[in-house]
């Protein structure tokens, strides 16, 4: 063998990983994913939310207009790419929210009425991957577009405190604040800048770099040796006007009515520039130093920016791994689900060919159904599939062996209560099966 064919065959022996912080979906977390979408699904039908799907690919400027030059997602995290055909400045999908006001701007969606709206799937940031927090994460966001009062505020707080409840998650709180609005945080701003010039010794390199371009940002500094300096710095709370504060005072006399407790935090900004008076997070202790696993707020402001007719919007989102970190945590995972009803067992040959005739039978009644296919090609003992049975999960088991089908009958065998084995005719199987899998514990 020659020096380069044994070095092809090298190249082709090499092990390929996936890319850091873009993780595989398992079988065995499957169950855990599905149980989550399923109750995403059923609150939004109760608050009569419509779903909304964005591609992953938008364009650059859809990012930079909708979340702002000067954030950490636009200016770090972002992965932007030039499309070869055309030149197009493209990138993926770093959060939802201006993907789905570019999408409600295009298709004139609110031209009849306002819109509750809810999207999920991939999001892409270019971070050091950690603790439920990766490179691709999957996101589940609502939004609602064309409401104006606080009622829509708290109706979109009350949707993710019965999540919590409904997922049973422990250790979540939830944190509010008011940026109020434009020529307020104007206002705050220079009292800002002023303020941080007089402590520009004390800033951190991110801290400098934004002293002039977002200074609002610097309070979200998650930088322990500033946040002595921090909590000395003006409130914007102290800069808002009538209009403001009555708008928050009524979001947090409709949360105390509906018996839903809130720590107001000064400090809450969030890290996206579109947003405007309500912004909230619920935080846990549970999961490190990133306690963050959802938050939103109004964003009155983003519909004109991104070129669509000026209306008001708020809404709120969550990474779904720390969601499923938390509950993990909080021991409510679902146990894991069985891969079937009924698993069939044969020896090969005959047996096999009416083997897999019962097993569409089954399927075709709904019955959700295994046929053993031994890996090598060639039969396996009884003995060794029942162990592949039982793993399997599945309640009941069809065995077919060559006695069985000269008799033309199958044994059904219950793998789960009873374990009694019986004879079945071939002909009243399906009827059997169904009867036994109603009559079976859940």
């Not at 009622?151 to 979540?172: F, N, P, Y």
Request: charged share 25%; with cysteine.
């Amino acid at each position: 063998m020659t020096d380069q064919s044994n070095q092809t065959k090298a190249q082709k022996a090499q092990k390929i990983n996936g890319v850091r912080g873009m993780n595989d979906l398992l079988p065995a977390d499957a169950a855990q994913w599905a149980h989550l979408e399923q109750v995403l699904r059923d609150l939004t039908r109760a608050y009569g939310y419509e779903f909304l799907r964005t591609p992953i690919v938008e364009a650059t400027a859809v990012f930079q207009r909708g979340i702002g030059e000067v954030t950490d997602i636009v200016e770090k995290e972002m992965y932007s790419f030039e499309d070869r055909l055309n030149g197009e400045q493209l990138t993926l999908r770093p959060e939802g929210t201006a993907a789905l006001v570019r999408s409600v701007i295009e298709n004139n969606l609110l031209y009849e009425a306002p819109k509750r709206l809810w999207y999920t799937g991939p999001m892409f940031r270019h971070e050091r991957p950690q603790r439920g927090r990766y490179r691709q994460f999957h996101q589940f966001g609502i939004e609602a577009l064309g409401f104006a009062g606080p009622d829509i505020d708290v109706e979109i707080i009350l949707m993710g405190q019965r999540l919590w409840d409904e997922l049973g998650l422990i250790g979540v709180r939830l944190e509010i604040n008011s940026l109020g609005q434009a020529h307020e945080r104007a206002e705050h701003r220079t009292a800002l800048v002023t303020y941080f010039e007089k402590h520009q010794a004390q800033l951190d390199e991110d801290s400098q770099r934004r002293l002039l371009s977002n200074p609002l940002r610097i309070l979200d500094t998650k930088n322990p040796e500033m946040q002595r300096l921090i909590e000395g710095a003006p409130k914007l709370l102290d800069f808002l006007g009538d209009e403001s504060l009555q708008h928050f005072n009524a979001v947090q006399a409709l949360l105390k009515a509906n018996n839903i407790p809130c720590k107001i935090n000064p400090r809450l900004v969030r890290g996206l520039d579109y947003y405007n008076l309500t912004v909230f997070e619920w935080i846990t202790d549970e999961l490190g130093a990133q306690g963050t696993i959802a938050g939103g707020g109004r964003y009155d402001p983003l519909i004109e920016r991104m070129g669509g007719k000026a209306a008001p919007a708020c809404g709120w989102a969550m990474g779904m791994e720390r969601v499923l970190e938390l509950m993990k945590v909080s021991n409510s995972l679902p146990a894991p689900l069985a891969q079937c009803d009924v698993y069939v067992l044969h020896q090969g040959g005959e047996t096999l060919t009416t083997a897999m005739i019962i097993a569409e039978r089954l399927r075709s009644a709904g019955i959700d159904t295994i046929l053993f296919c031994p890996p090598d090609g060639d039969s396996a003992s009884f003995k060794s599939q029942m162990k592949k049975a039982d793993s399997s999960g599945a309640a009941f088991a069809v065995i077919i062996g060559p006695d069985e089908l000269a008799r033309n009958e199958a044994q059904l065998k219950d793998l789960r209560a009873s374990g009694e084995q019986k004879a079945v005719p071939l002909d009243g199987l399906l009827e059997a099966v169904m009867e036994a899998i109603v009559g079976a514990p859940e």
